[in-house]
């Protein structure tokens, strides 16, 4: 049971090892493909996927090899790779708290609105650099090439993604009567039939992207509690795993007595000088 924990430590970051390459794979493919709108998950998965292939690396060579070095660097950069994963969870909880749709009297859709989101979330849409990439990746995806050849009961009675919902039409309660004078929503009078425009500028578009986004963080936070888990179980068998190589550099095996000298007590040599001469009398 010695080496225990480095067998288990370097079995499991040679598991952890091979896992990050797919990670790195799926980042890479998302940086590089035009069919994912969601480019806010591309450089996460890359940093993530790089930092576990680096302390796998040095988990495993440090856990089989007895490098004490390679460990100690391994455990220092897990705890901070712990300590930034659940920062990023709390964070991503947080501003994905609010949001969620509206239902609509009538349809099997929901609206989405831009003020029900959270501010960060909203400041971020509405960069203009950020919003430009998401509407071209919208507009290559072909999403609303979909809904063009629906009928009025197919509006009725169909679902919509968050998406489909925002970009693809004008909001339900817009009312493009000519005799109307009633004041309307903004995105009503954003609207435009042509189909490189539709409602790609609207709040109801951001909104639904906003939406995708808000439920593909939530399932991502779900993953990374996971992943806290093992990690901080993954550490514990780390911290003993360093123990014994730092153990195993030494002179002296684990167990074996290294006390070679010990200076006796002040009282020993009178007792030891008692003990003779009581044998003597009697």
């Not at 969870?89 to 003020?115: D, H, P």
């Not at 990439?133 to 979909?146: D, E, M, N, P, V």
């Not at 639904?208 to 093992?230: F, P």
């Not at 514990?236 to 002179?251: L, M, V």
Request: aromatic share 14%; hydrophobic share 45%.
């Amino acid at each position: 049971m010695y080496r225990f924990s480095n067998t288990v430590i370097g079995f499991l970051n040679l598991f952890t090892l091979l896992a990050s390459i797919p990670i790195i794979g799926g980042g890479l493919w998302m940086a590089r493909s035009s069919t994912t709108c969601e480019s806010f998950l591309q450089t996460p998965l890359l940093v993530i996927g790089f930092v576990v292939l680096l302390i796998s690396l040095a988990g495993f060579i440090g856990a089989c090899f007895h490098v004490a070095w390679a460990l100690w660097v391994y455990l220092v950069v897990m705890l901070f790779l712990i300590a930034t994963l659940m920062g990023f969870t709390i964070f991503g909880f947080v501003v994905t708290s609010q949001g969620g749709g509206v239902e609509v009297a009538g349809r099997a859709y929901k609206e989405y609105r831009l003020e029900n989101y959270s501010p960060w979330l909203r400041t971020r849409i509405k960069d203009p650099h950020y919003w430009n990439t998401i509407r071209g990746c919208i507009l290559g995806s072909k999403t609303c090439a979909k809904l063009a050849f629906w009928t009025p009961l197919d509006y009725m009675q169909k679902d919509m993604s968050p998406i489909q919902s925002g970009c693809c039409k004008p909001p339900t309660a817009c009312n493009y009567n000519m005799a109307t004078m009633v004041t309307q929503d903004p995105d009503c009078y954003r609207w435009n039939n042509a189909p490189n425009l539709l409602c790609y500028e609207c709040d109801s578009c951001k909104a639904g992207v906003l939406e995708n986004i808000r439920i593909d963080w939530h399932k991502l936070s779900v993953l990374t509690v996971v992943m806290l888990v093992v990690l901080i179980g993954i550490y514990s068998i780390g911290c003993c795993a360093f123990q014994n190589t730092k153990r195993a550099e030494t002179d002296y095996p684990y167990g074996e007595n290294r006390m070679t000298k010990v200076r006796p007590r002040w009282d020993y040599y009178w007792w030891r000088w008692w003990h003779h001469r009581r044998e003597q009398l009697y």
